[in-house]
Antibody, heavy 117, light 106 residues
């Protein structure tokens, strides 16, 4: 059974960089897309971006200038960096796996990140 | 950028049929996926590629997609179906979610 687990600081100061890591167990990185998706409190889901197992990436145009997603297959991990954060970046951040047909079938439990001084 | 439009809320009487729509420009040409999210939990895939159910999802949930509207249909609604539902597509390698619909079972 594939499992994903987010980890990282729950509190980030404004203007700093939000960093999260997703650890994948029970599966392989190959042929899948590894996503970050977020959900502000009381609001809907927002796709942030993905990294393909080959290392290619795609980002939400609205966040592209601030986002970097990277992959470390030796550790079965992929990571998110979002710089210059503001209170509007406060959200539950999910990591999730998508297959080649776009089906996002496995999700982490989510990590709440609050941006506040 | 591509946009998906969902009603904010849908109500259904217990045992009746609920339909949640997802509107988008020529959405019928895209694969639509639906997710169910209950409070405090991660989303769960309930319909993929317009009409397909993952294992473990009851047959009461079905999907369709044509023209400018995709629809998630929940037959014989149960209290356990009360949740937020999101449609999602991929557009030019970019993920797009609808705004979500809160389903209330009366």
């Amino acid at each position: 059974q594939v499992q994903l687990q987010e980890s990282g600081p729950g509190l980030v100061k404004p203007s700093e960089t939000l960093s999260l890591t997703c650890t994948v167990s029970g599966g392989f990185f190959t042929t899948y897309y590894w996503n970050w998706i977020r959900q502000p409190p009381g609001k809907g889901l927002e796709w942030i971006g993905y990294i393909y197992y080959s290392g290619s990436t795609s980002y939400n145009p609205s966040l592209k200038s601030r986002v970097t997603i990277s992959l470390d297959t030796s550790k079965n991990q992929f990571s998110l960096k979002l710089n210059s954060v503001t209170a509007a970046d406060t959200a539950v951040y999910y990591c999730a796996r998508s297959g080649s047909v776009g089906t996002t079938d496995y999700w982490g439990q989510g990590a709440l990140v609050t941006v506040s001084s | 950028s591509y946009e998906l439009t969902q009603p904010l809320s849908v109500s259904v009487a217990l045992g009746q049929t609920a339909r949640i729509t997802c509107g988008g420009n020529n959405i019928g040409s895209k694969n639509v996926h639906w997710y169910q999210q209950k409070p405090g939990q991660a989303p769960v895939l309930v319909i993929y590629r317009d009409t397909n159910r993952p294992s473990g999802i009851p047959e009461r949930l079905s999907g369709s997609n044509s023209g400018n509207t995709a629809t998630l249909t929940i037959s014989r609604a149960q209290a356990g179906d009360e949740a937020d539902y999101y449609c999602q597509v991929w557009d030019s390698s970019t993920g797009v979610f609808g705004g979500g619909t809160k389903l209330t079972v009366l």
